[in-house]
Nanobody, 127 residues
C-alpha cells in the first residue's frame, strides 16, 4: 500500500487548509484511514480517523474544527482544517489499517493500529 499526502503549507492563525492523501495498492473502500500529526520535539499523535464502514472519530483538540472525509471512488482521504492556530503546526501523516475486523473505533486512535504510512506534509500556522 502506498500513501501520498499533500496540501500542507504556511498559513495564518484563523485560516483554513485542506490536506489530501492518495492511497493505492489495496481496495481503498476496505481500508481504515487516519490522520496523525507530529509537532517538533513531540510524539506523533492522533488527529482523526474514518472507518471503512462509516464512523468517524476525532481528537478532542481538533473536534469541531477539523473534518475528515473519504472518497472511495477517488481513493483519497481529506482533512479539512479550520480555525487553525499555531498549536496545529506539525507534520501531518496519513495512515491506513488493512484489518477491518474490529468493533471498537477507538483502536484507530493508536499509531500501532496502522500498518502503512504516508511521508507527511508540513503545516505551519503563524500567529
Amino acid at each position: 500500500v502506498q500513501l501520498q499526502a499533500s496540501g500542507g503549507g504556511l498559513v495564518q492563525a484563523g485560516d483554513s487548509l485542506t490536506l489530501s492523501c492518495a492511497v493505492s495498492g489495496r481496495t481503498f473502500s476496505t481500508l481504515e484511514v487516519g490522520w496523525f500529526r507530529q509537532a517538533p520535539g513531540k510524539e506523533r499523535v492522533f488527529v482523526a480517523a474514518a472507518r471503512s464502514r462509516g464512523g468517524i472519530i476525532y481528537a478532542d483538540s481538533v473536534n469541531g474544527r477539523f473534518t475528515i472525509s473519504r472518497d472511495n471512488a477517488k481513493n483519497t482521504v481529506a482533512l479539512h482544517m479550520a480555525s487553525l492556530n499555531p498549536e496545529d503546526t506539525a507534520i501531518y501523516y496519513c495512515a491506513v489499517r488493512t484489518n477491518s475486523k474490529f468493533l471498537n473505533n477507538d483502536i484507530l486512535r493508536y499509531r500501532t493500529s496502522y500498518n502503512h504510512w504516508g511521508q507527511g506534509t508540513q503545516v505551519t500556522v503563524s500567529s
